[in-house]
């Protein structure tokens, strides 16, 4: 069973970039801002490569636990 979105801040790995190559690298960390209506249709929003954030189905992503120093390493390149 897939684990679910939390609410607070997290990151995911992309595993689908169908039709989104620009857009979204596979195998990439990225950052989720938190969105309960988008949640509430089984999307998520999530900064994408444009360095702004857009909604994607959350099909495409797996959320996953950082380390502290990975954390901190992610919200300087943000």
């Known amino acids: 069973m ?3 979105f939390e609410k607070q801040e997290i990151y995911v790995v992309c595993i689908d970039n169908t039709d989104y190559p620009a ?3 596979r195998h990439k960390i990225y950052k989720v801002v ?6 509430a249709d089984g999307d998520i929003r999530v900064i994408d490569e444009s360095g ?4 994607y189905s959350s099909e495409r992503f797996v959320p996953i636990r950082v380390p502290a ?7 300087m390149i943000a």
């Open 69 to 75: 120093a990975v954390r901190k390493s992610l919200e």
């Open 23 to 25: 857009s979204l690298e």
């Open 2 to 4: 897939k684990e679910p």
């Open 52 to 55: 702004e954030d857009y909604l």
């Open 34 to 39: 938190p969105d309960e209506d988008a949640a």
